[in-house]
């Protein structure tokens, strides 16, 4: 009787040691990568996904956070999407414009993130950036509290490309077997951002005003790129509302600075621009800040708005 019951014991343990070896050998040994192995890139919005989908190519798998057509500032994550961001074999996204990523990707465990606000420097932004950097004391930056660290850095091309290179060097360690295709793809990248900042170069040096007003204070980074002033009826929050004195500054500084015309976006309400266009009797027109691609955009891709934002601004200030 003890030796049946020794041998059966035995029988149950081993039984129970294969299982635990089958349950480790189904469990997926590389959460980072697809079944086709492809490396598993979670990015928080549209010029994160960009950036990994241009330097990843077709070693890569990239799943956006963001949905297009949704104010990326506003965004709550979903337990499943909380979930696949853990099984990530890298991470891009900004800290700073999204609480619930930041904590997120806090959490995650994730080895291989890229925060590309850490691979530039991000600047105090009002609702007034003056390009040419004389601003006085009494302006009118920050009169409205709606000043802050600004995030849109993507909007100036040199300083997106400056976290181009460093979404590259990052997948090439999360994937050190297609580091040189990554290099290659992000050598490729930043060459063009070069040339796009060429073409806007170009494109407003003989201008007849240097001042343009926006929905949202998005562009300042644009702004001191090129040498323009951004007048912006809300601060960096998107869905702020502007103060009677910020409305009352604004119909002086359209009239002083010549403003032919009051940009609005494809994703924030548009009412308060038109509304003060129809007031000053200016024209309205569309500046894309680029924070989501849909069918209403004015191109197909980052480059493609990019162009357009350039040829919107050539018109309102004048350029020949």
């Not at 291989?112 to 009494?138: C, F, P, Q, R």
């Not at 850095?153 to 295709?181: F, N, S």
């Not at 201008?207 to 790129?225: K, N, Q, V």
Request: with cysteine.
């Amino acid at each position: 009787m003890n030796i049946r019951r020794h041998l059966s014991l035995t029988a149950v343990a081993g039984a129970t040691a294969l299982g635990l070896l089958g349950l480790t050998a189904c469990a997926p040994t590389d959460t980072g990568r697809t079944d086709d192995g492809k490396l598993r890139v979670t990015a928080s919005f549209y010029p994160m996904e960009f950036l990994a989908e241009q330097i990843g190519g077709k070693h890569v798998e990239v799943t956006g956070l963001t949905k297009p057509g949704a104010e990326p500032h506003d965004l709550e994550l979903t337990p499943r999407q909380t979930a696949q961001l853990g099984e990530s074999g890298a991470v891009v996204y900004l800290k700073g414009l999204q609480p619930a990523v930041d904590t997120a990707v806090a959490q995650s465990g994730v080895k291989h993130i890229v925060d590309a606000a850490a691979l530039t420097h991000l600047e105090e932004h009002g609702t007034e950036v003056d390009g040419h950097h004389h601003t006085t004391g009494d302006n009118h930056s920050h009169s409205d509290a709606e000043g802050g660290k600004d995030p849109h850095i993507w909007l100036d091309p040199v300083r997106y490309a400056e976290v181009a290179e460093g979404v590259g060097k990052t997948l090439a360690q999360a994937d050190p077997a297609h580091k040189a295709d990554y290099r290659k793809n992000a050598d490729a990248l930043v060459k063009k951002l070069h040339g796009l900042d060429e073409e806007f170069r170009a494109g407003l040096k003989n201008r007849a005003s240097d001042t343009f007003i926006t929905t949202h204070a998005a562009f300042g980074y644009l702004a001191e790129r090129y040498g323009l002033t951004e007048e912006a009826i809300s601060g960096l929050d998107p869905e702020s509302e502007p103060s009677a004195h910020r409305i009352r500054d604004l119909h002086s500084l359209a009239d002083e600075h010549h403003v032919s015309t009051i940009f609005f976006e494809t994703i924030a309400n548009p009412a308060t621009a038109r509304t003060l266009a129809g007031d000053l009797h200016l024209k309205t027109d569309v500046l894309d800040p680029l924070e989501g691609i849909t069918n209403k955009s004015r191109g197909k891709d980052y480059f493609g708005v990019q162009r357009a934002n350039l040829a919107a601004l050539e018109k309102a200030l004048g350029s020949k």
